[in-house]
């Protein structure tokens, strides 16, 4: 069995910043990718960015240039450092890890609001 934590969501102003880091714990064998998603109020739970093992990454047009996602194998974390956040980035954050063997898990979700 393995875990899924976010952590990092909270209030923040427009322009400010977050950190959001995912920890994953069990039975770890390898993980492959592991990307961010958010789902706002009503809406579809979308793709924020995505890392591979190799470091590749790809990003939600609207967050380019504004939001890096990395990831430290040796604590089996990934992280996204969002900045000049906006009130439309306002949504509960998940993160997602495709483990080798044991296939795709969520975590929990972290919520994230920026107000104006």
């Known amino acids: 069995q393995v875990q899924l934590v976010e952590s990092g969501g909270g209030l923040v102003q427009a322009g400010g910043s977050l950190r959001l880091s995912c920890s994953a714990s069990?039975?770890?064998?390898?993980?492959?990718?592991m990307g961010w998603y958010r789902q706002a109020l009503g809406k579809q739970r979308e793709l924020v960015a995505r890392?591979?093992?190799?470091?590749?990454?790809n990003y939600a047009e609207s967050v380019k240039a504004r939001f890096t996602i990395s990831r430290d194998d040796a604590k089996n974390t990934a992280y996204l450092q969002m900045n000049s956040l906006k009130p439309e980035d306002t949504a509960v954050y998940y993160c997602?890890?495709?483990?080798?063997?044991?296939?795709?898990?969520w975590g929990q979700g972290t919520q994230v609001i920026v107000s104006s």
């Open positions: 890392i591979t093992s190799v470091g590749s990454t």
């Open positions: 997602h890890a495709d483990f080798a063997v044991r296939g795709g898990y």
């Open positions: 069990g039975s770890i064998f390898r993980i492959n990718a």
